[in-house]
């Protein structure tokens, strides 16, 4: 097993004799490497974003990006002539990445220098590593997601939807609507294993417990039939959210016990939540169930306590409770809900796995 390395989200480039041969403003012509276009290309299909941070005239650069035929793999694009420490740091901040995740690539010292001054935690390079990058260890996460795999174009919609929002008069309810809203509920595939793996580990502000769920423990209990492995997807008319959500539910007579529940902060604003719960209670009604949901406050997850509270769970006692496993996580606590039937989500098209025949009958086994 290899030692565990932060694995680089985001890697910025510098233009001049670094991603491509030649100085713009100087040479006129320059030329890009045929390594490193296979270099760019192959780090995107990793799920590794690219950017840039140049000193440079920006419509020139930008231009001759295009001509090259590789401006669509770098997003948020910094090229002007201000301070590149300013240019990365505001990369980071606009993806919501620890600098940690950050890497930075210069054919000049001082601009490595620069850099790394004001942002210690930004890995830096010189432009002289740039043939070796794909094959450092930080360059290549263990698994890659077909959410990873086009986790650029999904950055790039998400920043047309919050430019469209911006710019948008109407009500709140109204946009949303406009976004042509759709989620998938469903049974967890062997692929999107590891995607539930990663909410688990990486969602801290709407995860219920903050228990991480490793890959061997999700495909033991995929093949539990007492168990319910289930993911929510999103896309909307600007694209795939990808995976966004995951619930972990265990099967008891009389009580439907949710183990765990995790939704990308990306989509709190848009009701996720709400559309996961309202659809999983209506669910256990229809199966004459009652809900226990596990939760433990931790210092971020504030927001999933209201989400649950919110929806009508509480901390009264009830007899199905007893049918439950003794909690084995310090601080954990368990919210019940006499469930009801629900409304479908005003602003969220759904479509979901129909849980009631397969989960009643692991019931009555129960």
């Known amino acids: 097993m290899r030692d565990e390395v932060t694995t680089v989200k985001c890697l910025v480039w510098d233009l001049d004799n670094t991603l491509w041969r030649g100085t713009l403003l100087e040479d006129g012509e320059v030329r890009l490497p045929e390594a490193v ?18 000193k440079n005239d920006h419509d020139l650069a930008w231009a001759k990006l295009e ?29 919501k990445f620890a600098h940690g995740t950050i890497a930075f690539v210069d054919d000049q010292p001082a601009e490595r220098a620069e850099v790394a001054f004001h942002l210690p935690d930004v890995r830096c390079y010189d432009a002289a590593e740039v043939s070796a990058l794909g094959e450092r260890p930080e360059f290549r996460p263990e698994t890659v997601t077909a959410d990873a795999r086009r986790r650029r174009s999904m950055y790039q919609a998400e920043f047309e939807r919050d430019a469209e929002q911006a710019a948008f008069t109407g009500p709140a309810e109204e946009f949303l609507r406009s976004l042509d809203l759709r989620m998938r509920i469903g049974r967890a595939t062997e692929e999107e294993l590891t995607r539930v793996g990663e909410l688990t580990l990486r969602t801290s502000q709407m995860n219920a417990t903050g228990v991480h769920y490793s890959d061997a ?17 999103m896309s909307d008319r600007f694209g795939p959210h990808g995976a966004v959500g995951v619930l972990l539910l265990a099967t008891h007579l009389g009580a439907w016990h949710l183990k765990l529940l995790a939704t990308s902060c990306r989509v709190v604003s848009f009701g996720a939540g709400a559309a996961i719960i309202n659809w999983l209670t209506d669910q256990a009604a229809r199966a004459d169930a009652h809900l226990v949901a596990d939760f433990r406050p931790t210092d971020r997850n504030r927001m999933m306590e209201i989400a649950y509270r919110f929806a ?36 969220i098209e759904l479509t979901a796995s129909d849980l009631t025949e397969g989960v009643t009958a692991a019931s009555a086994r129960a």
């Open 217 to 233: 423990t999700l495909r033991e209990l995929l093949a539990d039939p007492d168990h319910e492995v289930l993911v929510a997807s």
């Open 37 to 54: 276009r296979e270099l760019v290309v192959e780090l995107d299909s990793r799920g590794i974003l690219q950017s840039v941070a140049s």
């Open 312 to 347: 009508g769970f509480g901390d009264e006692s009830c007899h199905c409770l007893a049918a439950l496993p003794v909690a084995d996580v310090d601080g954990l606590r368990r919210l019940h809900l006499v469930a009801d039937r629900r409304e479908r989500h005003a602003t």
């Open 67 to 95: 001509e090259l035929g590789i401006a669509e793999y770098f997003v948020l694009p910094r090229i002007g002539w201000g301070l590149k420490s300013e240019s990365v740091r505001d990369i980071a901040e606009r993806l």
